[in-house]
């Protein structure tokens, strides 16, 4: 049992696709749906609201942010308690839905698009520019050297960062092979089954976080299917 729960990072097939491709376009549907299914808008939602103390009009940053539909459905449910901000997408790719800077200003947010490695989006900004940080089935890709160097520099950019990732549960392990039932085509069921190996158990995230004095970190199953991280500096 202890083999099969072991975390194994591999390459997924969306980001080997074009973005304009397809199956790539339809993979991207697919995850909205998903997100809808495992109620990761409102867990983010939630958790900003609870964590994201004193912002007036708050700069939130996602990082893997794919064609933006997750932040923008996390603002919208946080519309009431913040009808303004900042948001910022960062991605490698440039599959943002040309509609997405119509749909933030329709909510009264300014939206900017990054196109950058994280890395590299990372080592460039300043130390403070953002209020949050959130990611949402990203953290996930990434192997323990790298994961450890990501959340170091998110650490240095912002008071406040926010992870949804798969559970590496045997429900989860399961479910994951059944996709097929609500109608995900063969990318987003081959990638479900590769992010739900390389997900995330017990207090692993954690374990990586530099600085723990200086940090308040809860890490915990949500759900049925899903893993929530948070840091939080202490005041």
Same mark, same amino acid.
């Given at each position: ?13 969306l980001?080997?696709l074009?973005p304009?491709?397809?199956?790539? /376009?339809? @993979?991207?549907?697919?995850?909205q ?7 990761? =808008? ?5 958790a #900003?609201? $609870?964590?994201?103390?004193?912002? $007036?009009s708050?700069r939130?940053?996602?990082?893997g942010?794919g064609d933006?539909?997750?932040l ?9 308690? &913040? =009808? ?7 991605d490698?790719?440039n599959?943002?839905?040309p509609k ?8 009264? &947010? ?5 196109v950058a490695?994280v890395?590299? *989006?990372?080592?460039?900004? @300043? =130390?403070?520019s953002?209020?949050a ?7 996930? $890709? ?8 990501? /959340? ?7 008071? +406040?960062? !926010?992870?949804?990732? =798969? @559970?590496?549960? *045997?429900?989860?392990?399961?479910c994951?092979?059944?996709l *097929?039932?609500?109608g995900?085509?063969d ?7 590769? @992010? ?8 692993? !995230?954690?374990? /990586? &976080?530099?600085?723990?004095?200086? *940090?308040? #970190? ?5 759900? +049925?299917?899903?893993? #929530?991280?948070i840091?939080r500096?202490?005041?």
């Amino acid at each position: 049992m202890k083999k099969t729960l072991e975390r194994v990072v591999e390459p997924e097939l969306l980001d080997e696709l074009p973005p304009q491709d397809r199956r790539a /376009l339809r @993979s991207r549907l697919d995850l909205q749906r998903l997100n809808m299914l495992m109620k990761h =808008p409102r867990a983010m939602a939630r958790a #900003l609201s $609870q964590n994201l103390n004193g912002a $007036q009009s708050p700069r939130i940053v996602e990082i893997g942010a794919g064609d933006g539909d997750f932040l923008l459905r996390v603002t919208h449910k946080l519309r009431r308690k &913040w =009808p303004a901000g900042e948001a910022t997408l960062v991605d490698r790719l440039n599959a943002f839905d040309p509609k997405i800077r119509a749909d933030f200003d329709n909510l009264g &947010w300014r939206v900017h698009t990054e196109v950058a490695e994280v890395f590299e *989006w990372f080592r460039q900004s @300043s =130390p403070g520019s953002s209020d949050a940080i959130i990611a949402n089935l990203f953290l996930h $890709q990434f192997r323990t050297d790298a994961l450890a160097e990501m /959340l170091r520099l998110a650490a240095r950019s912002t008071n +406040l960062f !926010i992870a949804l990732e =798969p @559970s590496r549960s *045997w429900l989860t392990r399961l479910c994951g092979h059944f996709l *097929w039932t609500v109608g995900c085509n063969d990318v987003t069921r081959n990638d479900a089954r590769i @992010s739900i190996r390389a997900g995330f158990l017990g207090h692993e !995230i954690s374990a /990586l &976080w530099p600085d723990k004095k200086e *940090w308040s #970190l809860t890490e915990h199953p949500i759900g +049925l299917f899903s893993h #929530l991280f948070i840091a939080r500096r202490k005041d």
